[in-house]
């Protein structure tokens, strides 16, 4: 019985049988509490999945579009102005900041992007030729990194909401495969050596009263016997029937 | 008359050019460039015109490896003729080269401005522009010892002298100063095609005063475009107009008070083609759909493609001329929107975007 499958090491006790079904029924309702955490957390994480999807798509076309109005900018302004807007950046115009949401427990940073206006640190560049284009390309291209901020919001949750159903679901596994059937072993075992000691105690009392039993017949068939060999002696002296007797009386002693 | 004594200095020079000219590219040239699908093609397509230069690219080369590889043509070409050149054409191209310059030194204040090693910028300026003092400008490290003791060794010092001071360097934004070089540089090409005594009353300086007065309200109309919505104020912007050209002086009075898109064209309206423009472009789109080039459709152009077209309407039918220098403005210009189409076929090609590969200027 106890090898059938791994169990607590627990002394079968009815005290132990009470703290094994009170946490089988903790296990129980900890089963169906994470297993609903997961089933949330899944049903968020497949929706981020498609929101990463669509983000991504996104980001596709928004950067083919801004990587073309570069090269718009490339044929108005007729020359390089990468180094020229590098160093006439001095602020930040587009800024990102970060929040926290909680779902099911787990908190997910978002990040959030917002512009700071009336930054406009290279406004001037390209007055002589290619100004509006310039302005367009950074238009764009502000459009561009907003997509890419999202997305990094998404995937930072995807990864995040990932490694947690993972836990999650760990656990879920863990104690509805492990946890409940070996918990349930151990009840089975205290109550199968329970009963056993209760069997053991019945046939030992069984026995005592069978034992007891015969005591009391054995000492029936004596007296009967004492009486009707007095009848005897007083009727014809016999020695094989003293012998027998005898060997009873020292056999009463012993027991 | 004036051909008569021409060709003692000019004649090779103006061969030379003629036969460049006719090696730029025509539209059917570009009508085959369109049709390529990889970069590749287009290096095949380019390999008559660009051989040599073209042969070192790896292969699938990135679209501003092309541009430099078609600018080094450009400069060989360009200094070649420099080197052939005397007397007055010898000037002249210098004032070619000024432009660059401008752009150059601009690179160089910004890098010094910045606290940068100006040394690693150098390769990043336009080879037409290098001047011999111009790695000099690394040595000064703040913008006082470039202003006094570098600048003033450049040729550009004369166009700094005057309205520019060192303090203008520190607090000036650099696009300002490129701008107010530039339109000293423009006033003073000008005075010297129109009253250099070699040149005046040549055809140089007929056609080159036409030119430059093109570039000059060219100049004045986009600074005016562009500067809608920053902080230039009105008297500063009106400091960057040339003071010449066919606008100047009502109608760059009228674009130096001008507030918006409707302002910008009364006041270019004296001027037919400007007008024209201007009805073209579309007043009702207001001032967002000026500066996108060709914004939606293909067929819609913006105003900076109509100058340029007009630009190279001009350099086209300065080679009608003869006797003058004004054919190696006319090349040097063609050549450079030659490059900028190039850069965007190919550009158009490698991102796939098809639908505005027909947005070059060819006017041969």
Same mark, same amino acid.
């Given at each position: ?25 903790? %296990?129980?309702? +900890? ?8 089933? @949330?957390?899944?049903? !968020? =994480? &497949?929706?981020? /999945? ?25 044929? %108005?302004?007729? +020359? ?8 006439? @950046?001095?602020?930040? !115009? =587009? &800024?990102?900041? /970060? ?28 007055? +002589? ?17 907003? /997509? ?108 | ?364």
């Amino acid at each position: 019985m106890s090898g059938a499958g791994d169990r607590e090491a627990v002394f079968p006790t009815r005290q132990s049988l009470g703290l094994m079904k009170n946490k089988l029924k903790g %296990a129980e309702t +900890g089963h169906s509490l994470l297993k609903r955490k997961s089933e @949330a957390l899944t049903k !968020r =994480f &497949r929706e981020i /999945t498609r929101r990463i999807d669509e983000a991504k798509r996104k980001m596709g076309r928004v950067m083919q579009i801004a990587a073309f109005s570069l090269a718009e900018v490339t044929y %108005a302004v007729g +020359g390089d102005i990468g180094y020229q807007i590098q160093e006439s @950046a001095k602020q930040a !115009r =587009f &800024r990102v900041r /970060t929040k926290q949401e909680n779902v099911s427990g787990v908190f997910l940073p978002q990040f959030e992007s917002y512009t700071t206006e009336g930054n406009n640190d290279f406004g001037l560049t390209g007055l +002589g030729k290619g100004g509006q284009q310039v302005q367009r390309c950074r238009e764009t291209y502000a459009r561009a990194v907003e /997509t890419l901020v999202e997305l990094a919001s998404l995937q930072t949750a995807f990864v995040i909401l990932d490694e947690v159903i993972k836990v999650v679901n760990r656990r879920v596994n863990a104690i509805e495969h492990v946890i409940i059937p070996r918990t349930e072993n151990t009840i089975k075992y205290i109550n199968s050596e329970l009963d056993e000691l209760d069997r053991e105690e019945f046939y030992r009392l069984k026995k005592v009263k069978n034992n007891k039993q015969r005591d009391n017949d054995a000492k029936e068939l004596e007296a009967a016997s004492k009486r009707r060999g007095s009848d005897k002696e007083n009727t014809a002296d016999d020695p094989g029937a003293t012998d027998i007797l005898g060997e009873q009386e020292d056999q009463d002693v012993i027991f | 008359m004036e051909g008569l004594f021409f060709n003692v200095n000019g004649g090779y020079i103006e061969g030379i050019v003629r036969g460049y000219r006719n090696s730029l590219l025509t539209g059917q040239n570009y009508n085959n460039l369109t049709q390529c699908e990889t970069i590749d093609d287009v290096k095949l397509q380019l390999s008559p015109a660009y051989g040599d230069f073209l042969a070192s690219l790896p292969p699938n080369p990135s679209t501003s490896s092309l541009a430099n590889k078609t600018t080094d043509k450009l400069v060989a070409e360009f200094r070649y003729l420099q080197a052939q050149a005397v007397g007055s054409i010898a000037k002249f191209m210098e004032y070619l080269t000024y432009g660059y310059m401008i752009d150059n030194v601009a690179l160089l204040i910004t890098g010094t401005l910045h606290e940068r090693d100006t040394r690693e910028l150098l390769e990043r300026c336009h080879p037409l522009g290098w001047f011999e003092t111009m790695p000099v400008l690394c040595v000064a490290t703040n913008i006082e010892e470039l202003y006094n003791s570098v600048l003033i060794e450049t040729p550009l010092a004369s166009y700094f002298k005057g309205s520019l001071s060192h303090q203008d360097l520190d607090e000036l934004n650099i696009e300002i100063i490129r701008n107010t070089l530039y339109k000293n540089y423009l006033e003073d090409f000008y005075k010297f095609v129109t009253e250099n005594p070699e040149l005046k009353g040549t055809p140089t300086s007929e056609v080159m005063a036409e030119v430059l007065e093109f570039e000059a309200d060219r100049r004045a109309i986009n600074i005016t475009l562009n500067s809608f919505g920053t902080e230039l104020s009105k008297q500063d912007r009106k400091k960057l107009y040339p003071d010449f050209g066919g606008l100047y002086p009502e109608g760059t009075l009228m674009l130096s008070r001008a507030d918006d898109l409707e302002g910008v064209a009364l006041a270019v309206s004296g001027n037919h083609d400007y007008k024209s423009y201007f009805d073209q472009v579309g007043m009702s789109g207001g001032t967002s759909s000026v500066g996108n080039m060709a914004g939606g459709g293909a067929e819609s152009k913006s105003l900076e493609d109509m100058f340029y077209q007009k630009e190279m309407e001009i350099s086209r039918t300065v080679f009608t001329r003869q006797f003058t220098h004004a054919v190696i403005y006319a090349w040097v210009k063609l050549r450079e929107q030659e490059i900028r189409n190039i850069t965007w076929i190919a550009e158009c090609i490698a991102q796939q975007q098809k639908e505005r590969i027909g947005n070059y200027i060819s006017v041969f």
